[in-house]
C-alpha cells in the first residue's frame, strides 16, 4: 500500500541543515498495523507528516497503492489525502465551537457529498463508538478519553484506508488509552491500514509491527512477536 | 398688471426658478425688469439703476471686451463706474465657491473614514486569523481545501461588512435630511448614489479582508498543529 523509497527530509535553519529523515526505505503492506518509535527528535512525526501528505518537503520517492506521490502537485496530494487517508491527533484537534457529531462530519464536508448521505454516515459511526448520547455536547463538556473517541471517529467517518495515529494515547490514563488501542485493534481487523506513533510499549503490542528511528534513520523493523522483517540499517 | 407704488407695470411672462446669489440657498421672489422701458424720474428706475449687473455676450476676449466696455459707458455715463468685473465662469465658480470646498473636505474625510475602516478590518480579520491558526491547521489536515478556508475567513468579513453596511446606510439615510442644505443636483434620498456607496465600501471591505484570507489558506498545518 505504502512504499517509500529513498526518502530524506531536512530544515534549513541559517546556513545549516538538520536532517529528521534520512534514506528512509519503507514498505507498508494493505492491513498491516504498523507502530513508529524512538527518541524524542527521532523523526517519527515528521515520517507520519510524509505519509499524511501534510508536508511536501521532502525527497524520494513516495508510492501509495501504486500512485506516484512524489509526482503530484499539492492539490492532488490533498485530494488523495481527503480519500483515502485519516488522522488521529495526541491532543484531539476537536473544534471547540462545533458539536460532537459537528466534529465528525468536518471532514466529510470538504468531499461534496449531499447533506442527508453525510448525515447518514455521522449517524452510523456515532453508533458504531456508542457516543450517540453525546452526539450535542461540545468538546469541553467530554473527558479525554471521549474527546479521542470523538477524533478516532472523526478520522474514520469517511472510511479512508490508511489511518494514521500520532501519539495518540499520549494524553490519556492507562485505561483510556487501553479502550482506543482496543479500538484501533478492531479497525484494523476490519481492514484499516494502522500507522501509530508512539513511546508506549504496550500499545506498539497492539500492532503487528514495529518501526525504530533514530536521529532520523531507520534502524529497526520487527514484527510485534520480535522476530526480524528486515534488517536493520 | 397692476399700478402701484412703482407705477403701472405690466408682466408679460412668468419664469422658472433660478438660482440666485448661492447654490445652496433656495430661490427667493424675484423681478425682472426691461431697463429700456424704465423711465426715468419714476421709482422703479432709481432702483434699477443704483445697482446695475450687466451680461455681456461676445466672441472677443474678455480683456478687451472689458476695455471696450469702460469706453463705451464712460462715453454714455461719465460718472459711472465698473466694479467686480468677472467672466461668467468666475461667477458661476464663485456662488459655489464654499460649497465646493467643503465637498472637496467631506471627499477626504470620508475617504479617509473608508481607509481607517479597511485597516480596522484587515487588522480584525489577521487577529482573528492568528487566533484560529490551530482551527484552520485542522481543517487542512482534515482536507480543507484552500478555497474553503478562503471562504471561511472572508465569511467572517463579510458578515461584518453587511452589518456595518445596513447601519451606515440607514443612519446615512435619516442624516441626509440634516445634510440636505448642502446637496445640489441629487436628491437627498438618491437610489444610485446610496447603491454606488455600497457597493464601493463593500469593495474596499473585500479587499481588505483578502489578504488575511489567503494567509489564512497557506497556513502550514504541521506548523499550526505543533504550536498546541
Redesign the interface.
Known amino acids: 500500500m505504502i512504499e517509500l523509497k529513498n526518502v530524506e527530509r531536512s530544515y534549513k535553519t541559517g546556513h545549516t541543515e538538520t536532517w529528521v529523515l534520512r534514506r528512509v526505505d519503507l514498505t507498508i503492506r494493505e492491513g498491516e498495523f504498523v507502530t513508529v518509535m524512538g527518541p524524542s527528535g527521532a523523526g517519527k512525526s515528521s515520517l507520519l507528516n510524509v505519509l499524511a501528505l501534510l508536508d511536501d518537503g521532502w525527497q524520494g520517492e513516495y508510492w501509495f497503492a501504486g500512485t506516484p506521490v512524489h509526482s503530484l502537485n499539492r492539490k492532488q496530494r490533498a485530494d488523495l489525502a481527503r480519500q483515502r487517508i485519516g488522522m488521529v491527533f495526541q491532543s484531539y484537534h476537536l473544534l471547540d465551537d462545533l458539536t460532537v457529531a459537528e466534529n465528525i462530519d468536518l471532514p466529510l464536508s470538504y468531499k461534496n457529498l449531499p447533506a442527508k448521505q453525510r448525515a447518514g454516515m455521522v449517524a452510523d459511526i456515532l453508533d458504531r463508538f456508542q457516543i450517540v448520547a453525546k452526539k450535542e455536547l461540545f468538546p469541553n463538556q467530554l473527558s479525554g478519553g471521549q474527546q479521542q473517541l470523538v477524533g478516532i471517529a472523526r478520522a474514520v467517518v469517511h472510511a479512508p484506508s490508511l489511518l494514521l495515529a500520532d501519539e495518540p494515547t499520549g494524553n490519556l490514563h492507562s485505561t483510556q488509552a487501553r479502550e482506543i488501542m482496543e479500538l484501533f485493534r478492531e479497525l484494523n481487523r476490519q481492514g484499516t491500514t494502522i500507522v501509530q506513533v508512539t513511546h508506549s510499549e504496550e500499545n506498539a503490542r497492539y500492532g503487528t509491527r514495529i518501526l525504530e528511528l533514530h536521529d532520523g534513520w531507520l534502524t529497526r523493523d520487527v514484527a510485534v512477536d520480535s522476530s526480524v522483517i528486515t534488517g536493520a540499517q | 398688471m397692476g399700478k402701484g407704488r412703482f407705477g403701472e407695470i405690466r408682466i408679460i411672462g412668468v419664469i422658472g426658478d433660478t438660482k440666485q446669489t448661492s447654490l445652496a440657498q433656495a430661490t427667493k421672489p424675484e423681478i425682472y425688469f426691461c431697463l429700456a422701458q424704465t423711465e426715468p424720474g419714476t421709482p422703479v428706475y432709481g432702483i434699477v439703476t443704483a445697482f446695475t449687473q450687466v451680461a455681456i455676450r461676445a466672441a472677443v476676449p474678455a480683456d478687451s471686451l472689458r476695455v471696450q466696455f469702460d469706453k463705451a459707458l464712460h462715453e454714455v455715463a461719465p460718472e459711472a463706474t465698473t466694479t467686480k468685473v468677472m467672466t461668467i465662469g468666475q461667477a458661476v465658480e464663485d456662488s459655489y465657491g464654499s460649497q465646493t470646498l467643503m465637498a472637496r473636505l467631506l471627499e477626504s474625510f470620508a475617504g479617509l473614514a473608508l481607509l481607517i475602516a479597511c485597516v480596522g478590518l484587515y487588522g480584525l480579520l489577521s487577529f482573528t486569523v492568528a487566533q484560529r491558526t ?2 484552520i491547521g ?8 484552500q478555497g ?1 478556508i478562503i471562504h471561511l475567513i472572508l465569511r467572517r468579513a463579510l458578515t461584518l461588512v453587511a452589518i456595518g453596511l445596513a447601519l451606515g446606510c440607514s443612519l446615512a439615510w435619516f442624516a441626509t435630511k440634516l445634510a440636505g442644505s448642502y446637496i445640489f443636483g441629487v436628491k437627498p434620498h438618491d437610489g444610485f448614489t446610496f447603491t454606488a456607496v455600497a457597493l464601493l465600501l463593500a469593495a474596499a471591505s473585500v479587499l481588505a479582508a483578502w489578504l488575511p484570507a489567503r494567509r489564512a489558506a497557506q497556513v502550514d ?2 506548523l499550526a ?1 505543533r504550536s ?1
Not at chain 2, 485542522?138 to 481545501?145: D, E, S, Y
Request: hydrophobic share 45%; net charge neutral; charged share 25%.
Open positions: 490551530r482551527e485542522v481543517r487542512i489536515a482534515l482536507g480543507a481545501p474553503n498545518p504541521i498543529l498546541e
